[in-house]
């Protein structure tokens, strides 16, 4: 675990120091008047935070757990609709095409109409999470449950294993790397989603808080909502790519000397 | 336990983009049970092909395979045939113990009453000791193809198809592993089908050797190896020896030689 938490940080200094240095120039072109009007200040942003932290948690919680299950029901539909659409060639071709279409649609214009039907509560959200956020996981699981190769598939014919054993012993591990990579990059797309289904019609949350300040020309909570975007579409991300290194273990990648 | 290979008539077509392509014509094989049998010959002659119909990954498009009197399904349902293809074909999430174990999880640990030797004495028996642990990828190419093998034998099975298993490695490993294969094959009285490139390798593993030409895969010779068990290194240099690997060669090349003698001077035999 020490070991762990010492590569993370390895990994991590750089990007975090990029993030300081930049934060603090543009803090001191701020003050030195170089930025317009409608730029604040990172403290400003900052300070926001430190005086009114009721306004961020109540305002980060429902975001949190209507992405989270927008996410956790566009998960259970994409995997079983890929391994549908892997077990029956027929349907690969109408599966994906959906997959691909819904991913097509513009949500900023379609989220009022949806909103039209389904209502303006938390379930609006959740749906445009979840249609947001499918498309990863789908092609994730499709890839991913056809990357055995045929020597693979042919040890397991030989053994004489049976449909459930090949798909136990080969096929759901080696579509593990694969699934992985689309929960991945489909959590900050939930987030987003969520937040875009705000804009529709909700009276909490980020996307709300967004909202607001825009209209009320609060320039420091508009930024304040972008980094909590930010940090949100980042812990989703962060989460997965955390679980990923404990699950699939094999995977090893050769570091070349610099 | 072990049966015999019987092949009878087997003819392959694969039928891709444009013309059918014949990739064997009525191939005849007899291997007796507790044999070692090769076949040789050109990239393309269908060797890998005629080994795949006996382990049941495909069916003949004519003629008839049995396997100790039963077709290749039945053996295969009956978990008698050990497969090592070219490459190794480990599972990666695997150990080195639990990839030799794959057959066992497959069969069934309860109903495992074909395997009579544990994974720890196959693992011995490899030369992987120590190494029960490791993940595939931590291993060299020769071991990882060791650890196929082991695989390969832990249900005891009745046959071993081998294609090309030592195909990638160096000449020093592959020596060393051919010797190790046939201590192991001798231990366990498997039958055993190679398919193999080197004409050496053929002779020195096997009790007979098919030779198949290609375009269309057919068996052009039948040589017997009159060399005694167990197979030492230093046979390599007896006079039996040169004269299968010469009866090989005239059986891959003799086409090809009359061709060139064709215009004039006579070949040397080389």
């Known amino acids: ?258 | 336990m072990s049966r015999d290979i019987q092949v009878d008539q087997v003819s392959m077509v694969f039928y891709g983009q444009g013309e059918p392509v014949i990739a064997l014509e009525k191939v005849d094989m007899q291997v007796p049970a507790g044999q070692f049998a090769s076949i040789i010959g050109p990239s393309g002659c269908g060797k890998s092909t005629l080994l795949r119909l006996v382990a049941d990954v495909m069916k003949p498009y004519a003629g008839s395979i049995t396997l100790g009197g039963d077709t290749p399904r039945t053996a295969r349902h009956a978990h008698s045939l050990g497969f090592v293809f070219q490459a190794p074909t480990l599972l990666p999430w695997r150990s080195v113990k639990q990839n030799i174990e794959l057959p066992l999880d497959v069969v069934g640990r309860g109903s495992a009453k074909r395997s009579t030797r544990t994974s720890a004495e196959l693992i011995e028996l490899v030369g992987l000791s120590g190494f029960e642990d490791a993940l595939p990828h931590q291993l060299s190419g020769g071991m990882q193809q060791r650890v196929a093998i082991a695989r390969a034998l832990i249900l005891t099975p009745d046959i071993l198809l081998l294609d090309e298993p030592f195909g990638a490695l160096d000449e020093i490993t592959r020596q060393r592993m051919n010797l190790e294969l046939l201590r192991i094959w001798s231990e366990s009285g498997t039958s055993a089908l190679l398919v193999t490139h080197s004409i050496a390798e053929a002779v020195f593993m096997s009790d007979r050797v098919y030779v198949m030409s290609a375009r269309p895969g057919r068996i052009t010779s039948i040589i017997d190896v009159p060399l005694e068990r167990p197979r030492r290194i230093d046979m390599m240099r007896s006079q039996q020896f040169f004269e299968c690997v010469n009866r090989i060669r005239d059986g891959l090349f003799g086409h090809e030689q009359a061709q060139a003698a064709a215009p004039g001077e006579p070949v040397e035999a080389y």
Not at chain 1, 33 to 51: C, D, G, K, Q, Y
Not at chain 1, 124 to 129: C, G, T
């Open chain 1, 1 to 258: 675990m020490a070991s762990l938490s010492l590569s993370t940080l390895q990994a991590s200094w750089r990007p975090l120091a990029t993030g300081v240095i930049l934060l603090a120039a543009m803090e001191a072109a701020k003050r030195a008047n170089v930025l317009p009007i409608f730029v604040p200040a990172p403290s400003a942003v900052l300070l926001e935070i430190w005086n009114s932290p009721r306004l961020v948690v109540a305002n980060l919680a429902p975001t949190a757990w209507k992405a989270a299950s927008g996410y956790f029901i566009a998960a259970v539909v994409a995997i079983s609709a890929a391994s549908l659409a892997v077990s029956l060639r027929v349907l690969r071709g109408p599966i994906y095409n959906i997959g691909v279409m819904i991913n097509s649609v513009p949500i900023i214009a379609t989220a009022p109409l949806l909103a039209l039907w389904l209502g303006t509560g938390p379930q609006i959200q959740i749906a445009i999470a979840a249609l947001t956020s499918q498309f990863p996981m789908l092609v994730g699981t499709m890839q991913g449950l056809q990357a055995a190769d045929s020597r693979q598939r042919e040890l397991m014919h030989v053994l004489s294993a049976s449909r459930l054993q090949t798909l136990r012993y080969l096929l759901i591990p080696s579509a593990l790397p694969y699934l992985f990579a689309g929960f991945k990059i489909a959590a900050p797309s939930a987030v987003l989603g969520a937040i875009t289904a705000e804009w529709a019609g909700a009276d909490q949350g980020v996307g709300a808080m967004m909202l607001y300040a825009l209209f009320s020309y609060d320039t420091a909570k508009v930024w304040l909502s972008v980094l909590l975007t930010c940090l949100l579409a980042g812990a989703g991300f962060g989460v997965w790519a955390a679980i990923e290194r404990m699950v699939v273990y094999w995977r090893h990648d050769v570091d070349l000397v610099d």
